[in-house]
């Protein structure tokens, strides 16, 4: 089963069949919000709305340990998460659709390991690669078959948020070589490798970081919200592709 994490758009696209919902419950608490069952291109898949139903949850309170272990439990084998971010490369313009390959964590202060003592045996991961590589080549593969033009690697800066970065700030994660900044991308990824949840980002650059662009001043979250009206059937639609060619192989090896 194929898991989504990101906004209420793409539950309410054309490519997600919503059959049922479900309220999760955690030993980690309970999920942002309920687990939405249904299908993409034929496929068996469950959604999950990052900040819960109304966007509740500010990025630093997210329950991300209930949230990945609620799709974990309920049989998802693999999961793609959908974030808007701010461009920081010169090609990360607004509406740009980019699959990172890495991810410097600037978070503080968030729940973000299963092994924290108690009686689970520490597990340090390997973290090397952060995203699951055929998991990212699948969705660039998707893309290319929609002459989907997206940007095939970079390195997603995830800062603690809720507010939004200041144009120093922006500088510093260029020089420390970031292309993109957001604010779910971790402990999200780490996670998802605790739990041996293949991971990938599909990240929509929602406008320009701060000092960058046309947020030279300020950044318009006006603009921000028309951009990602704009861009989620765009993302959907790679998800789906992908969930269909998944569908012929899974068929193919049975």
Known sequence: MLAVIGGSGVVGSAVFEMKRRVVARTPYGEASGPLNFGEISGRTAVFLARHGPGHIHPPH??????????????????????????????????????????????????????????????????????????????????????????????????????????????????????????????????????????????CVVANWAAGRGDSTIAISHDAIEQTMRESVTRVARIIANYAASRGESLRETH
């Open 61 to 202: 309170q997210v329950n991300y340990r209930a949230n990945l272990w609620a799709l974990k439990e309920a049989g998802a084998r693999e999961v793609v998460s959908i974030a808007a971010v701010g461009g920081i490369d010169d090609d990360c313009a607004p509406g740009v659709i980019a699959i990172p390959d890495q991810i410097i964590d600037y978070t503080s202060g968030r729940e973000h390991t299963y092994f924290d003592g108690g009686d689970r045996q520490v597990r340090h991961i390997d973290f090397t690669l952060p995203y699951h590589t055929a998991l990212r080549d699948a969705l660039i593969a998707a893309a290319r078959r929609l002459d989907e033009p997206v940007i095939e690697r970079g390195c997603y800066a995830a800062t603690q948020g809720p507010r939004l970065e200041t144009t120093a700030e922006i500088a510093r994660l260029a020089r420390d070589g970031a292309s993109l900044v957001g604010m779910t991308g971790m402990p999200e990824a780490a996670l998802a490798r605790e739990l041996e949840l293949p991971y990938a980002h599909l």
